[in-house]
């Protein structure tokens, strides 16, 4: 079983809708949560950090965390065409290293 | 503030051949990470560096080497190229305060091994 799981999707959403990223993991040493946004053929953009359960709201995004139930998620709201891409999870403890979900894929359609 | 910066940008290598990668960190930013994407395995750490020492280590063959210099500028070294290291290589920059593990990413090397 791997340390991060993510939805696998893809997910095809209609311009405007809400989007829903998730990702689960084992390990709970993990103490740092946060998103990326890849572009075809770019590398991983941060999009949200964060290190303590509960939400944090950063424009259109929101990021969720529960280290109880070991469970995060990322919320896009009015999503745009320029929102498609692959969003990966990646988390951390002490260790200098991240561990990333496999990436969903979004296609926002106009 | 310029980014990450990653060189170079493609390269394409014969099997057997040996191949290094060059990393230049946001300013200020003293850790360097690397790590290698490929679309069955994702993305997968290698190596980070601090002030010239390595501090962890992923799951990666000896082949697979990196070192830092004072400046914070790194380096990957593959040696004896197989096929399978075909990938993008991404190094990742983090100013590490009280634990902040922040990591910024460059635009990635993209090594095809043929």
């Known amino acids: 079983q791997k340390e991060v799981e993510q939805d696998p999707g893809p997910l095809s959403v209609p311009e405007g809708a809400i989007v829903s990223l998730n990702c689960t993991y084992s390990?709970?040493?993990?103490?740092?949560f946060m998103w990326y946004r890849q572009y075809s053929r770019k590398g991983p953009e941060l999009l949200m950090y964060?290190?303590?359960?509960g939400n944090k709201e950063d424009g259109r995004f929101t990021a969720q965390v529960d280290k109880s139930s070991k469970y995060i998620s990322l919320f896009i709201r009015d999503s745009q065409p320029s929102d498609s891409a692959t969003y990966l999870c990646?988390?951390?403890?002490?260790?200098?290293?991240?561990?990333f979900g496999a990436g969903t894929t979004v296609t926002v359609r106009a | 503030k310029a980014g990450v910066t990653q060189t170079p940008r493609y390269l394409i290598k014969t099997r057997g051949q040996q191949v290094t990668l060059s990393c230049s960190p946001i300013?200020?930013?003293?850790?360097v990470s690397w790590y290698q994407q490929t679309p069955g395995q994702g993305l997968q750490f290698l190596f980070e560096y601090f002030s010239e020492t390595q501090r962890n280590k992923g799951n990666f063959p000896g082949r697979f080497s990196g070192r830092q210099f004072s400046n914070s500028r790194s380096e990957m070294n593959v040696s004896t190229l197989e096929l399978g290291d075909s990938a993008l290589y991404l190094c990742?920059?983090?100013?590490?305060?009280?634990?902040?593990?922040?990591?910024?990413f460059g635009q990635g090397t993209r090594l095809t091994v043929v």
């Open positions: 990742a920059s983090s100013l590490i305060t009280g634990g902040n593990t922040e990591a910024f």
């Open positions: 990646a988390m951390s403890s002490n260790d200098y290293k991240l561990s």
């Open positions: 964060t290190y303590s359960s």
């Open positions: 390990n709970s040493a993990f103490q740092y």
């Open positions: 300013s200020g930013h003293r850790s």
